[in-house]
């Protein structure tokens, strides 16, 4: 059920308390501006705790994986699994993000992916788990994050003032990156202190913090939307999207970043094994160097505000990361590759926040669920996809050769995206 609209004395009495605490100076600096706003505010903090924990259970699903098999197949299958629902549900979630309540749906996905947590904390507990079921409930958690991604995306900007809306975008970032560093160092004392099931179970728990933001939250009305069937509504996002050239060149744009570039990201572990001769700690502080790196990425768009000349920066910062991986492939030196990973870090967030804002900034809130699905389409389904394009040219040719000519083929479609495109070089 729609929460009811602000109107009359009540809508007044909103306004004449942001004009109050205006002439009383804004006590949140403008790096942090954004949760001034308490909804989002709310829903920054919960997500934080929920990433943390989601993190958590990332490490230890793959040492699970890897104690029932010893197998790195597994852990392929595994990870497929949890991953590829991004390029079959995230459409279907974005047009129900456009048809019903977005807090109310995220409530259900959000609950769905906790009890999924306990369910594998209880199997793990019990000692009955194997791994075909861990990878069954890696493909209902992945669904529900498909499910849950459009809604997530076009929540934020009904959470904040427009001119906030860069720095929501970017803070969110910041949390996500904060998350991926601190959740896997806790997972591991987790890990040792309870064991794989304590980190499902303290997992599980952490969606409370996101639930109880989400109930919390005053969340305005939203226009009824159109009947039509799930079908049109799909094809009036795409017919939405291929009508705004800026939009549309941002979307091709991320196709070929996640295709051909963010798989690298699953080699780490066998540059960090074979090229570099390190191991699990030497993987952990590459991971972590591009943890730093993303959080001063986003850090550096929370400060900036409005981020200006976006399609030159998207275009020559995207094209830069890939260069930076092109030579992280061909590094042999580790402090040399952490420095790389930190750059990769760090422009990828800035171009990845810079084509988010642009995305929400140009679409209407009628449309913005199915436009983020498209984009969350794009820059999750995608990935799975590039793995498997990546190991297979990996039997015909060493996987450095393989990767470095995958991302050299984006670089260069990044460039001639700007060249050929007057929509992206007009893009500010």
Not at 149 to 174: F, G, K, W
Not at 219 to 235: D, V
Not at 348 to 359: G, H, K, P, W
């Amino acid at each position: 059920m729609n929460e009811p609209p602000l109107e009359g004395t009540a809508q007044a009495a909103v306004e004449l308390a942001e004009v109050l605490a205006s002439e009383r100076g804004d006590p949140f600096p403008p790096i942090i501006r954004a949760l001034r706003n308490p909804n989002f505010r709310l829903f920054w903090s919960g997500n934080f705790l929920s990433n943390i924990g989601t993190w958590m259970q990332n490490v230890a699903q793959g040492w699970l994986v890897l104690t029932l098999t010893g197998s790195a197949f597994w852990l392929g299958v595994v990870g497929f699994a949890g991953s590829i629902p991004f390029l079959f549900f995230t459409l279907f979630g974005g047009v129900i993000a456009d048809r019903v309540n977005k807090r109310r749906l995220l409530l259900v996905t959000q609950s769905v992916m906790m009890l999924l947590a306990f369910l594998l904390a209880a199997l793990a507990w019990s000692k009955l788990i194997t791994v075909w079921e861990v990878a069954a409930i890696a493909f209902l958690n992945g669904t529900a994050m498909a499910m849950n991604q459009p809604s997530y995306q076009a929540l934020v900007p009904r959470l904040v003032r427009r001119e906030d809306l860069t720095n929501a975008i970017a803070l969110n970032s910041a949390q996500f990156n904060m998350s991926r560093i601190l959740g896997p160092t806790l997972g591991g004392y987790a890990m040792a202190l309870f064991g794989v099931a304590g980190n499902f179970f303290l997992n599980g728990l952490s969606f409370l913090a996101v639930l109880g933001a989400l109930t919390r939250i005053r969340y305005p009305q939203e226009e009824a939307p159109r009947r039509e069937s799930m079908l049109a509504s799909l094809r009036g996002g795409f017919r939405y999207v291929r009508r705004q050239p800026q939009m549309f060149v941002l979307v091709l744009m991320m196709a070929v970043a996640s295709l051909l570039t963010i798989p690298f990201l699953t080699f780490i572990p066998y540059f960090a094994r074979i090229q570099l001769g390190t191991g699990e700690s030497g993987l952990g502080w590459l991971l972590a160097s591009s943890g730093a790196g993303a959080v001063l990425g986003a850090v550096t768009v929370a400060w900036q505000g409005q981020i200006r000349h976006r399609g030159a920066i998207i275009a020559f910062c995207g094209a830069a990361v890939m260069g930076v991986v092109i030579l992280f492939c061909y590094s042999h030196n580790f402090a040399l590759s952490q420095l790389f990973m930190f750059f990769e870090g760090f422009g990828m967030i800035l171009t990845i926040s810079s084509v988010n804002i642009a995305m929400q900034q140009l679409s209407g809130d009628t449309m913005r669920g199915r436009v983020m699905s498209i984009y969350g389409t794009c820059f999750l389904g995608l990935p799975p996809l590039g793995s498997l394009l990546a190991g297979e040219l990996s039997r015909h040719i060493p996987t450095s050769h393989a990767l470095a000519m995958m991302s050299g083929a984006a670089m260069l479609a990044f460039l001639g995206f700007y060249a050929f495109s007057p929509a992206l070089r007009q893009l500010d």
